[in-house]
């Protein structure tokens, strides 16, 4: 028997303390696999897992653990990512076993985004049961052997769970007890939300590292490069919980026509080198939304290649 | 109270367009305090109905009569000698009152007048606001006495999610955060230990999912 609670690569990874780092990959809106396989492909090599989001931001695209299945096929280790607001606990537990018996090791435990945002916003959601009481169910699924109603699983499913965090969102106060109140439910990683207000997150580390969080799961720093002004501007206004501060957006403009993208990479390059040193920050986790062909060039820039093998 | 409001005319004109002798039916109940479906709003639809028809050429009796409560038999056997004289009849009480009506009154058409919306209060003169969700098992003591199931998006029970901003709520600006109010109330009471209690799945089988409810009260049944 391992001591690893999964066996999942980036379990093993971030048990090893090297510096950690994931990619993520949005599931086609359709059945074009071949879109996903060449995501895929970009990203292999250059990070220690791929989240596969669940139908993000309420708009339907191939389910997540069938695009996990495919990033296995392909080579890559998934993040199979599940939000409340489209299953109740039975299928979400179904899910799970089948994705476990498929391979799947790892995933992530989301409330979702309303599907007042998405492309069918007359539909009913779920919610039976919060992002908090998922990360603590699939806890139970896999140390005690048990489903959600006490019953016994007959082998149950290994997964190494991961939960998000928002260091940005409102009231401020209470985030980082919001942080650990998701690892007392059971998380084992984090990856946060993405990160433009870098004093505000060495505030909200610091407070990680004084109540010790750091030491009882693995933080993941969030990073998503931006690609133009108007994406910026677009993340200060439009999306909750995001703290994009006007000096970022004056830097991007300053670059220059044609030279923002990279002036978005340099920052993202710049955020990456100093979570590095980062006390509690055990690793990136880069979101380049629709962008995942610059993975390997930001991952390299960043020092983040080779990426350590494990068994 | 159960808050509602009026139908959209159109609706309402089409759905009796071919009906000739219309009884409106309000209620004395929640729908008057919400100004929808008392007799007064029965005295305005009734003209409205009316006028409308005169327009069209089209000969209608429209008789107007407002029950103390529609979701009571008691009352709603007021009608039985009125009701014959109608082929069709719209209520303009809350979703119970036309299914009670439909009840006692199988011969007759039932129409509502109302849409339903929630239960709730007015929060100020014109606007109401939802507060309880009717889950059938009351928890508003572990969250400051504020409902995070009728008040939170995504009834969450171990908020607020990453899309509070501001004091509201991801969905629109028009909405407060429940888990806002929750948290700063709290903080405010030194009760940080109760928000980091982990609030374990709730059980649905006395909210709608637990089926078709139903309640009886053995002391009070004759």
């Not at chain 1, 359709?30 to 895929?40: E, R, T």
């Not at chain 1, 997964?159 to 409102?170: K, M, T």
Request: with cysteine.
């Amino acid at each position: 028997m391992s001591d690893y609670k999964s066996g999942s690569n980036l379990e093993k990874v971030l048990k090893s303390g090297s510096f950690a780092f994931t990619g993520e990959c949005g599931p086609p809106q359709g059945a074009n696999i071949d879109v996903l396989k060449k995501k895929a492909q970009h990203l292999k090599g250059c990070v220690d897992a791929v989240n596969v989001t669940d139908n993000q931001t309420a708009v339907v695209r191939m389910s997540s653990w069938a695009a996990s299945l495919f990033l296995i096929q392909e080579g890559l280790e998934p993040n199979y990512q599940m939000v409340c607001r489209d299953r109740n606990r039975l299928a979400m537990q179904s899910d799970i076993l089948g994705a476990y018996a498929h391979g799947i090791r790892n995933m992530l435990c989301l409330s979702g985004d309303h599907q007042k945002f998405g492309n069918h916003p007359a539909s009913k959601n779920v919610f039976d049961i919060d992002s908090m009481q998922l990360i603590n169910m699939v806890k139970n699924m896999r140390d005690e052997g048990k489903f959600q109603n006490d019953q016994e699983i007959d082998v149950p499913p290994r997964i190494f769970i991961g939960a998000a965090s928002n260091p940005f969102a409102d009231p401020t106060e209470f985030r980082v007890y919001r942080l650990a109140k998701k690892i007392n439910a059971g998380a084992d990683f984090i990856q946060t939300q993405s990160i433009y207000n870098m004093d505000r997150f060495r505030n909200f580390m610091k407070q990680v590292v004084d109540m010790g969080l750091h030491e009882k799961c693995y933080i993941l720093a969030g990073v998503t490069p931006m690609k133009s002004v108007g994406m910026a501007r677009y993340m200060a206004s439009q999306v909750p919980g995001m703290d994009v501060p006007e000096s970022l957006i004056k830097r991007l403009k300053g670059a220059g026509k044609g030279k923002v993208a990279e002036e978005g990479i340099k920052f993202a390059i710049e955020q990456i080198e100093e979570f590095k040193e980062m006390e509690g920050v055990a690793g990136v986790h880069l979101m380049a939304i629709e962008w995942e062909h610059r993975v390997p060039e930001i991952a390299e820039r960043a020092g983040m290649l080779p990426r350590p093998k494990t068994d | 109270m159960i808050v509602a409001e009026p139908k959209p005319i159109r609706e309402i004109l089409e759905m009796v367009r071919d009906y000739k002798k219309i009884l409106v039916v309000g209620c004395k109940g929640c729908v008057t305090v919400c100004n929808v479906g008392g007799a007064k709003e029965v005295g305005i639809l009734a003209s409205i109905l009316r006028i409308a028809a005169k327009k069209d050429n089209r000969e209608i009796e429209v008789g107007e009569h407002t029950l103390e409560r529609q979701c009571d038999p008691e009352y709603v056997d007021e009608l039985k000698d009125i009701i014959d004289e109608y082929d069709a009849v719209i209520s303009i009480a809350c979703g119970v009152g036309p299914q009670f009506l439909s009840e006692r009154y199988p011969e007759t058409r039932i129409f509502p007048g109302v849409n339903t919306k929630f239960m709730g209060g007015a929060i100020e003169h014109g606007i109401w606001a939802e507060r309880c969700a009717g889950c059938g098992t009351c928890l508003i003591h572990y969250f400051g006495g504020l409902c995070p199931i009728a008040r939170c998006s995504k009834s969450l029970m171990n908020g607020p999610c990453g899309g509070s901003s501001g004091g509201k709520c991801e969905i629109s600006k028009d909405v407060d955060c429940v888990w806002d109010m929750i948290v700063k109330k709290l903080m405010k009471e030194n009760r940080l230990d109760d928000l980091l209690k982990f609030r374990p799945p709730k059980d649905w089988t006395t909210a709608r999912d637990g089926g078709p409810r139903r309640l009886v009260r053995e002391e009070l049944v004759k």
